[in-house]
């Protein structure tokens, strides 16, 4: 990013739909996918004289998800009602949380090209979603329906500071949020099915040689709907910023206000759409049909026992205890959990943990993809892959070999030794019987030898290939380097 005129400044609100199974404040089913308005009551379509009741496992993994992201926790925190009007929110209010939020200044480490970074949180707080508007679906374009099973659905918003410098940083932010609650077990982050939802602001910082630097006037992106949509978002939205701030003198001085804007995926644009609401508009106040919470000590030991390694700690990890490179670290723990234990106990198992790694990056994972399956289902148990690996290492496969050896293992279902022996591979695995084989090939190419001593290092590649094809490639090739530079200085 360093070519650019400018310097790009983002923040995110992220909101996460948690893994309850049922709503915030009442006992509904957030199960995806039901037929519309199935999953509804009197509390959640807010009819007059019902109340609210807080549902203790949303605050839970709520806690959870705070404490994971480095955040202070309040001990006592309150509800508000955000109080606007629209149809896919029949009590005219959201029950959100204001001025007490129930977290707040924490910070999430993000993987960048340069090192990691940390970006700060400024809140993370609980409220409930509204229902979801459905346009034109059977009315030929003149209808409008409403599905309130997503109404009082518990989400967290978690709102981080400018910290962000480039869509890629943007993208990479998101992407640890999904991956870091999803492996504590707080949301499945489905951007697809409206559990993870991103609305970004960004504005730019134009230097002016000696003058102040000029600083846009911040925009907010509304719902953004893939990973991709954020990253291509932020870069159309800084550039236009910039072409903005070159044509309007009063743009440049800062005098046009805050603004809302939509992202048009297929024109690949965003659309400014109205000037900022701001909080005042939404008229606060403290919600009277629910107690404030009041969080102890030990259900937040409680919360934090439930947490286990975060990402964060784990790439840390996988690089000291076993001497992975940062990106090695990187691929491994961004597949969950599940592979991460899988590659530890191979690495355990063979002593092996860098060629373990090399087999689970590029083969292990190929090989899901391929089969669009998940580790834990994966037919190829850690233990046969160890076993591999130490085959691989006493008889000297090559790379080619090992291959077939593993796809054999893993369409048949059978150990090494078993692909082995079904694939005919003659192991040399004596030094002995090698050393005689290249006796052999070196009293038939007595002008190779002759080269070799004359200085034609490269003379010994004859010899090599002849040893290779006599052993069918199962020979180590830098065994067979060694022992033919032994022999030939042997022969007189
Ligand atoms: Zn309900
Ligand atoms: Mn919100």
Not at 147 to 166: C, F, K, M, Q, Y
């Amino acid at each position: 990013m360093a070519d650019l005129p400018y310097r790009i400044v983002i923040g995110l609100e992220v909101h996460v739909q948690l893994l309850t199974r049922t709503k915030l404040f009442c006992g509904c089913s957030t199960q995806f996918g039901l037929p519309p308005n199935s999953a509804t009551c009197p509390v959640c379509i807010g009819m007059p004289g019902v109340l609210p009741v807080m549902n203790r496992r949303a605050f839970d993994l709520a806690l959870r998800a705070a404490l994971a992201l480095n955040c202070q926790i309040a001990r006592f925190t309150k509800w508000d009602r955000k109080n606007y009007y629209y149809p896919d929110l029949p009590k005219n209010y959201q029950i959100s949380q204001y001025d007490l939020p129930f977290s707040y200044d924490g910070w999430l480490e993000i993987p960048t090209p340069a090192g990691s970074k940390r970006i700060g949180i400024s809140r993370v707080h609980l409220e409930e979603d509204a229902g979801k508007m459905l346009h034109d679906e059977q009315g030929g374009g003149r209808d409008s329906l409403v599905d309130l099973n997503r109404a009082g659905t518990p989400l967290l918003e978690i709102v981080s500071w400018p910290d962000l410098a480039s869509p890629e940083e943007a993208k990479a932010y998101l992407e640890e949020i999904r991956l870091l609650l999803r492996e504590i077990g707080v949301s499945d982050c489905e951007m697809q099915e409206g559990s993870l939802r991103c609305d970004a602001n960004i504005n730019i910082h134009i230097p002016q040689g000696d003058g102040p630097v000029v600083k846009t006037p911040i925009v907010e992106i509304k719902n953004l709907n893939s990973f991709r949509a954020v990253e291509r978002a932020m870069k159309y939205e800084a550039q236009r910023q910039y072409e903005e701030a070159l044509r309007d003198a009063n743009y440049r001085l800062g005098q046009v206000a805050k603004a809302t804007a939509g992202w048009d995926e297929v024109r690949g644009r965003t659309i400014v759409q109205r000037r900022k609401e701001e909080a005042s508009d939404y008229r606060y106040f403290p919600e009277p049909d629910l107690v404030p919470v009041v969080v102890e000590d030990a259900w937040l030991e409680h919360a934090r026992a439930e947490m286990g390694e975060l990402p964060a700690a784990q790439r840390r990890r996988l690089v000291e205890q076993y001497g992975l490179s940062p990106y090695d670290a990187g691929v491994l723990t961004s597949q969950g959990r599940a592979l991460v234990a899988y590659f530890e106990d191979v690495a355990r198992r063979s002593g092996d943990a860098r060629t373990a790694c090399n087999w689970i990056t590029n083969q292990v994972l190929a090989s899901l993809k391929e089969r669009k399956m998940e580790i834990k289902d994966f037919p190829l148990h850690s233990e046969r892959l160890a076993e591999l690996i130490a085959e691989q290492k006493a008889i000297g496969l090559n790379k080619q070999m090992a291959g077939e050896v593993y796809n054999h293992m893993l369409e048949n279902g059978c150990s090494a030794k078993e692909a082995i022996d079904a694939l005919g591979i003659k192991p040399v695995a004596d030094t002995g019987a090698l050393v005689e084989i290249v006796r052999r090939a070196l009293a038939a190419n007595p002008k190779a030898v002759a080269d070799f001593k004359a200085g034609k290092t490269k003379a010994a590649q004859a010899i090599k290939g002849a040893v290779m094809r006599e052993t069918k490639g199962t020979a180590r090739p830098e065994v067979v380097e060694q022992i033919i530079v032994e022999q030939i200085e042997k022969t007189p």
